[in-house]
Each structure stands twice: as C-alpha cells, then as structure tokens.
C-alpha cells in the first residue's frame, strides 16, 4: 500500500511516497531529470514485498515539492544534505540508498560524504561526479553528448520557454526518442506533462544543471560502501566510459551491465531491475 506525505527537511518541504513496513529497513530511491517519484513505480512493490521502508521522495525542484528560487539551493552539497535529513526523519542512522541519473548523482555524494550512514549504494546511469570533466577530455563525442547541459545555462527563461512549448513537447520527444518504443506510454507522459506544469518547476529542475557549472561542487572523493553500477549499455547520452571511471573510485564496487538497454534501464528492464535491487539490498 503507498502512502503520501510531505515531510520538511533542510529548510523546505519534500512530497513524499512511502511503501512497505515501517519497521523494515530504510531504502531511498531518487528520481533524476526529467522524472519525480513516478520514476520509480516499477521498483516500489518488489522493494517493500522483500520487507524494505522505501521512500521515495520528489526532489527539490520537481513534482509536489518545494521549489526555491535561485541557483545556490540546488547546489549538489544542498541536495545531498536533503537525503541525509530525510533519513533522519524516518529515525534512521543508516539506510540504503538507490538513484538514477541526477538521483545517482546525489546518491554518490550522500554515500561519499557519510559512509558511517549508507549502509549500500546502488546507482543506475549516472556517473561518479569526479568523472566528469576527465571522461569529456578522453572522449571528446561525450562532449557533443552533454551540449544540453550548456543550453540549459542560458538566462532569461528561454530554455524554459522552449522546453514548455508545444505542450512540452521538447520534453515528451526526449524521452520517447531515448528510451525503447513504447516505454513511456501516453498516460505516463500525462504525468510527467503535469509535474513538469507547476509553478516553478521548469526553473527548479533546471537549476541542477545551473548550479553544477555555476556552482562546481568540489570533489567527493571515494566511495567505501558496498556499491552496484546498473547500466544501460544504449545510453545515448552517458557513455560506458562513465561506468568504468565510477567504479574505479570505489573501493568495493561491481558493474551489472544492461547491453540492450538504454539511460532508461528502470523502465525498460522493470523487473530484472527489481531483481537487481532485492538481491542486493538484502
């Protein structure tokens, strides 16, 4: 049975979606860009069925939660401290924790900087954020990959004007052409049409973006904690190279590869996923 909640962390408050035992142990799934909790239906009933507390919460800047103007709350030290504080207010010293894309971002960070908290940390297509400027050095077509990131940057509401447009249509495109055909079917898109709608969103979600390059975050260093790489091997804007430079930073770190599958490994491979993560989380 899900539940919803609001709980206030770090100086806002998140919406929230709670499944399974509340005696059970704590995972955190984090959604990444352009998704909110939604992303992670496939995953909640395995998680919660196996006896895990699972939250899901919709980040800073998207779905039904808080959405501060600016660059500096969305700085990653900021997103990072609004994990440690969730958890926190589940009463919890230690949890697990699974992210993806932006989410898997965060989650580097929060399993980096408390590895006294994190008890296991699963990332899906979302690099180590000490890789990034290395593995675009190396790879110079990972640089024509992340041109969007540069767009993003540019002040005035205009890529927020132009992501809405045509019923968000830059956005519903990004997906479908992304992803296999058929995964984001036309209600899900609905959803994620209505998330993307509410005041203040658009800005929200991109001051992510504004905030990595505007706001570098500094290194996180290592990752000590017993750690999983899920990736979707057809990513068409992370390439491997992203994987292997990740888990080169752990020190106890395993890539379970998808060869077909693409950034949208957790739709595409719902329940080998799931599988995944229960195994793993045990």
Same mark, same amino acid.
């Given at each position: 049975?899900?539940?919803?909640?609001?709980?206030?962390?770090?100086?806002?408050?998140?919406?929230?979606?709670?499944?399974?035992?509340?005696?059970?142990?704590?995972?955190?799934?984090?959604?990444?860009?352009?998704?909110?909790?939604?992303?992670?239906?496939?995953?909640?009933?395995?998680?919660?069925?196996?006896?895990?507390?699972?939250?899901?919460?919709?980040?800073?800047?998207?779905?039904?939660?808080?959405?501060?103007?600016?660059?500096?709350?969305?700085?990653?030290?900021?997103?990072?401290?609004?994990?440690?504080?969730?958890?926190?207010?589940?009463?919890?010293?230690?949890?697990?924790?699974?992210?993806?894309?932006?989410?898997?971002?965060? #989650? !580097? %960070?929060?399993?980096? +900087?408390? =590895?006294?908290?994190?008890?296991?940390?699963?990332? *899906?297509?979302?690099?180590? @954020? /000490?890789?990034?400027?290395?593995?675009?050095?190396?790879?110079?077509?990972?640089?024509?990959?992340?041109?969007?990131?540069?767009?993003?940057?540019?002040?005035?509401?205009?890529?927020?004007?132009?992501?809405?447009?045509?019923?968000?249509?830059?956005?519903?495109?990004?997906?479908?052409?992304?992803?296999?055909?058929?995964?984001?079917?036309?209600?899900?898109?609905?959803?994620?049409?209505? #998330? !993307? %709608?509410?005041?203040? +969103?658009? =800005?929200?979600?991109?001051?992510?973006?504004?905030? *990595?390059?505007?706001?570098? @975050? /500094?290194?996180?260093?290592?990752?000590?904690?017993?750690?999983?790489?899920?990736?979707?091997?057809?990513?068409?804007?992370?390439?491997?190279?992203?994987?292997?430079?990740?888990?080169?930073?752990?020190?106890?770190?395993?890539?379970?590869?998808?060869?077909?599958?693409?950034?949208?490994?957790?739709?595409?491979?719902?329940?080998?996923?799931?599988?995944?993560?229960?195994?793993?989380?045990?």
């Amino acid at each position: 049975m899900l539940r919803e909640t609001r709980v206030a962390v770090n100086g806002i408050a998140l919406h929230v979606v709670e499944a399974g035992p509340a005696d059970g142990p704590l995972v955190i799934l984090l959604h990444g860009f352009p998704e909110f909790s939604y992303g992670w239906r496939h995953q909640l009933g395995a998680l919660s069925a196996a006896g895990h507390r699972v939250v899901v919460p919709d980040q800073r800047g998207y779905g039904r939660s808080d959405k501060p103007d600016g660059i500096d709350p969305y700085r990653l030290s900021v997103l990072r401290d609004d994990v440690l504080a969730l958890a926190s207010s589940y009463g919890r010293d230690r949890f697990r924790l699974v992210g993806h894309d932006w989410g898997g971002i965060v #989650a !580097w %960070a929060v399993a980096a +900087a408390a =590895p006294d908290r994190v008890e296991k940390l699963v990332v *899906l297509n979302a690099p180590h @954020p /000490d890789t990034r400027w290395a593995q675009v050095r190396r790879d110079p077509l990972q640089l024509l990959r992340s041109v969007y990131v540069a767009f993003f940057q540019i002040g005035g509401g205009v890529p927020e004007r132009m992501l809405a447009a045509g019923d968000f249509w830059a956005l519903k495109t990004a997906l479908r052409r992304s992803s296999w055909p058929g995964t984001f079917r036309p209600d899900d898109l609905r959803l994620y049409r209505d #998330a !993307w %709608a509410m005041p203040g +969103a658009l =800005p929200g979600m991109l001051g992510w973006y504004r905030a *990595l390059i505007r706001r570098p @975050p /500094d290194p996180i260093g290592r990752v000590r904690v017993p750690t999983r790489v899920i990736w979707g091997m057809r990513d068409a804007a992370l390439g491997r190279g992203f994987a292997e430079a990740s888990l080169a930073l752990c020190d106890d770190g395993r890539l379970i590869p998808y060869d077909d599958a693409t950034h949208w490994v957790l739709h595409e491979e719902p329940k080998a996923v799931a599988a995944d993560l229960v195994a793993f989380l045990a």
